[in-house]
Every structure is written in C-alpha cells, then in structure tokens.
C-alpha cells in the first residue's frame, strides 16, 4: 500500500530526521521514497507499507519525533467531484505546498478539457510538478518546467475557477528572471 505522509520534525538537521524516519520505517518493514520539504521544514513522504496497520504503527513510531499534518492513503479511490469542487480542493493543496496532491487533482480536470482550458490547467500541472522538483532540491529541473510551463499560462479571463492567471504567470516569470522558485498561493 502506498501512502503520503507529511511530518514537522522536531530536529532541526534536515538529513538527520530524514535518515531516522527511512531507518524507523525499514525496521518496520515499510520504505520511504521522494522525500520533499516545503518551505518552512515540513518533510512529505510516499511510504509504501504492507497494510493499513502497518501505515498506522509507523506514523505512532514517527510521533515522538514530529508533528504528523497529515497521511494520505494514495491506494484509496478519490470520491467524484464535480469540477468546482475539485478546483477548490486543488487551490487548497497548492496553497498548503501541497503540490504533488495539487498535481494529481487537476489531472481529472485536465483529461476531459479542451482548447484553452487544456492548455491552461497544465500548464498548472507542470508549475505543480515544477515546485515538487524544487521541494526535492532539483532546482534546475524545477526552472526547466517552468520554461515548458509558461507559455501555457494564458486566460481569456483574469481568473480560472478563482485562480489569478496574470498572477501565476508573473510568479513564473519573476521565477524564472531570478531562477528562484519560492512558494506563492494561487
């Protein structure tokens, strides 16, 4: 089973928590993989596990060293949605650097959308995709994105489902101008 898990850790060295959680979780029988941290030092993990217990037994492990946000059964279908709903949910992900969820959200949106609204919604996804490499230190995997991403971002609005387009575009661009991918809200 796979699971997202997303841990504040009470130790500050970085690699250190990480190293304790990856040990912690192959002592289990579990194992970490795509670490990502977000900007202020929340650590977001995919763990793969046996079962459900198994999940639940590494997270109380994992308390005494962090405060867990949240856990994410991935294996779980998502409910149906209609399309503003899931446009909320992907805003509230984004917003919370919760990009890989974000990411993932859209893509249900993406599928079916046509013209426009295709190329807009992802390049979203690609700007989503960009700041989970950037979470995972791969900077210039992040700006090379956010190049393939930015002539995407147009609109014939000013919003897309409550999304400021000129924004996010001029958040790529100044981005891009420094090669600094810092987190924005949409």
Request: hydrophobic share 40%; charged share 30%; glycine share 4%.
């Amino acid at each position: 089973m796979r699971f997202l898990v997303r841990l504040l850790p009470k130790e500050p060295d970085r690699q250190a928590f990480l190293s304790s959680v990856k040990g912690i979780a192959k002592a289990l029988g579990a194992r970490v993989t795509h670490p990502r941290w977000t900007s202020y030092g929340a650590l977001e993990i995919d763990v793969f596990v046996p079962s459900v217990e198994d999940s639940q037994l590494l997270v109380a492990a994992l308390e005494p060293l962090a405060t867990v946000e949240f856990t994410k059964n991935l294996d779980e279908a998502p409910a149906f949605k209609p399309k503003d709903e899931v446009l909320e949910e992907a805003r509230g992900y984004f917003n919370s650097e919760r990009y890989w969820e974000c990411h993932e959200v859209l893509e249900s949106v993406w599928r079916p959308a046509k013209g426009e609204e295709k190329s807009l919604v992802q390049a979203i996804i690609l700007v989503c995709a960009a700041l989970v490499h950037e979470q995972r230190g791969e900077r210039e995997v992040a700006l090379g994105i956010y190049r393939r991403a930015l002539p995407q971002i147009k609109w014939s609005d000013r919003a897309y489902h409550g999304v400021d387009v000129p924004r996010l575009r001029r958040e790529v661009e100044l981005s891009l101008e420094k090669g600094e991918l810092p987190p924005f809200k949409i």
